[in-house]
T-cell receptor
Framework: QKEVEQNSGPLSVPEGAIASLNCTYSDRGSQSFFWYRQYSGKSPELIMFIYSNGDKEDGRFTAQLNKASQYVSLLIRDSQPSDSATYLCAVVSTGNQFYFGTGTSLTVIP | EAGVAQSPRYKIIEKRQSVAFWCNPISGHATLYWYQQILGQGPKLLIQFQNNGVVDDSQLPKDRFSAERLKGVDSTLKIQPAKLEDSAVYLC???????????????FGPGTRLTVT
């Protein structure tokens, strides 16, 4: 079982719609959770981090964490073509090890 | 503020040859990470340094990979001998926060794309 699992996609949404990206993790004791965006041929860049149950909003982005279900998600409101990228979920395990998922490819269609 | 620097940006070698990558983290960042990202996959942590000490190298193939961080600043990652499956992008990242619960914002360098033929 992988430490962090994501649906690889591709996920396609029309411009202006809400994109929903999901991630599950195996280590119940994990405490820190991150969403990174990676454009093709570029390095990952941090979008958001969350470590408390519930929602955390930053502009058009909302991260949601449910530790009981071992589930973390990212919502992108008013999706723009510039949001087209691969979104990586990352988790810090109880051993302080950093694990990335395989990423979900998002395409926003104008 | 200068970002994480890596060199070279691209490298093509034949299998069984050796190769080395260099990373200069953001000034003042105590934690340095090396990742391997194979096409279509997420980054896989190879080794993590805290200053010049190794924190985690559990996923580093130690029979062929080695890394060091002299004086707690620059770092080098070496592969010797290389295999075809080592073809990947090697990413270096650094972080201001030391190991603690909570926030580990990592800043990534541009990466080195390695092709082993």
């Amino acid at each position: 079982q992988k430490e962090v699992e994501q649906n690889s996609g591709p996920l396609s949404v029309p411009e202006g719609a809400i994109a929903s990206l999901n991630c599950t993790y195996s280590d119940r004791g994990s405490q820190s959770f991150f969403w990174y965006r990676q454009y093709s041929g570029k390095s990952p860049e941090l979008i958001m981090f969350i470590y408390s149950n519930g929602d955390k909003e930053d502009g058009r982005f909302t991260a949601q964490l449910n530790k009981a279900s071992q589930y973390v998600s990212l919502l992108i409101r008013d999706s723009q073509p510039s949001d087209s990228a691969t979104y990586l979920c990352a988790v810090v395990s109880t051993g302080n090890q950093f694990y990335f998922g395989t990423g979900t490819s998002l395409t926003v269609i104008p | 503020e200068a970002g994480v620097a890596q060199s070279p940006r691209y490298k093509i070698i034949e299998k069984r040859q050796s190769v080395a990558f260099w990373c200069n983290p953001i000034s003042g960042h105590a934690t340095l990470y090396w990742y391997q990202q194979i096409l279509g996959q997420g980054p896989k942590l190879l080794i993590q340094f805290q200053n010049n000490g190794v924190v985690d190298d559990s996923q580093l193939p130690k029979d062929r990979f080695s890394a060091e961080r002299l004086k707690g600043v620059d770092s080098t990652l070496k592969i010797q001998p290389a295999k075809l499956e080592d073809s990947a992008v090697y990413l270096c990242a650094s972080s201001l926060a030391p190991l603690q619960r909570g926030y580990y914002e990592q800043y990534f360098g541009p990466g080195t794309r390695l092709t082993v033929t």
